[in-house]
């Protein structure tokens, strides 16, 4: 949010002007921070630590960008979908062992062990992967696309964390895939108008699909948009081709003023897991 990905110089510049310049973002802008471009795809690990013990969800990949093809500002998140075909087993297990347990170790080490749901946010760079940022909650999208997955019980799983139980566990996880498509309102992540009623919901859970709250709110009887994020879609399938098929049919029959989707969740994986077959 706020943060500007970019190869051309003019654009950092002008960034830079609108927030230091401009006041765009008020005092948040006073200071900019200029950090190293990190290359390859984006990918996210939760993890279920209980102080000690490090037991990770299977990858996902969420979308920052507001617009198809990575174009327009970052967001909190346009859609995700899990697992990752740029993040295999191997290079979950690097990003368990490189990056979470050690950080987990440190915690501990500092007298002030994390329990709960670890987040990192990576990329999975031409030299490895990179750390992008930590989260002390599950992720947002990506976690609307995890646990329709999930087979184990979240609740045990929770409760093996704050009891300081949580070695022996493994996570199930079903084969199919997930894809969750995030509907946010017109004009988002910039100013943008609420307060618009809100149909479809009942017609599009009638396919199968989950449908979770973020930017909703009751105005007496009628549901309304009450944030720029406002609704994710998430649907199940045997491969990609089939959950994104079913995720955006949901999708459509949802509906209120200055509804805006990115039409390319998962578009990626899709291809992927056509040139493996």
Not at 72 to 77: D, F, S, V, Y
Not at 81 to 92: I, N, R, T
Not at 135 to 154: H, I, K, M, V, Y
Not at 219 to 247: E, H, K
Request: proline share 5%; with cysteine.
């Amino acid at each position: 949010k706020g943060v500007v990905v970019t190869s051309d110089r003019d654009e950092a510049l002008e960034a830079i002007d609108e927030r230091m310049v401009q006041g765009k973002y008020g005092e948040a802008g006073s200071i900019v921070v200029i950090e190293e471009f990190l290359d390859g795809q984006e990918t996210s690990v939760i993890a279920f630590t209980d102080g000690s013990k490090v037991v990770a969800c299977e990858p996902a990949q969420d979308y920052k960008r507001v617009g198809d093809d990575d174009a327009g500002p970052n967001t909190g998140g346009m859609g995700s979908y899990s697992p990752v075909p740029a993040c295999p087993p191997e290079v979950l297990d690097q990003i368990v062992g490189e990056v979470i347990e050690p950080l987990v170790t440190a915690t501990a080490a500092a007298g002030a062990p994390f329990v709960g749901a670890l987040y990192a946010g990576l990329a999975l760079t031409t030299k490895g992967p990179r750390v992008i940022e930590f989260n002390a909650r599950f992720g947002d999208p990506e976690t609307q696309a995890l646990l329709p997955r999930l087979e184990s019980n979240l609740a045990e799983v929770c409760m093996a964390c704050a009891s300081g139980e949580l070695d022996g566990t493994k996570l199930q996880w079903s084969p199919e895939r997930c894809v969750s498509v995030v509907l946010a309102s017109g004009g988002y992540p910039e100013k943008h108008e609420t307060g618009f009623e809100i149909t479809g919901i009942e017609a599009a859970e009638a396919t199968g699909a989950l449908v979770f709250h973020a930017g909703t709110a009751m105005d007496g009887d009628r549901l309304v948009t009450s944030g720029g994020r406002v609704l994710a879609v998430s649907a199940l399938g045997s491969s990609f081709q089939v959950a994104r098929s079913r995720a955006y049919d949901a999708v459509s029959k949802i509906h209120f003023q200055g509804r805006h989707a990115r039409t390319d969740i998962a578009v990626r994986a899709e291809l992927a897991e056509r040139n493996q077959a």
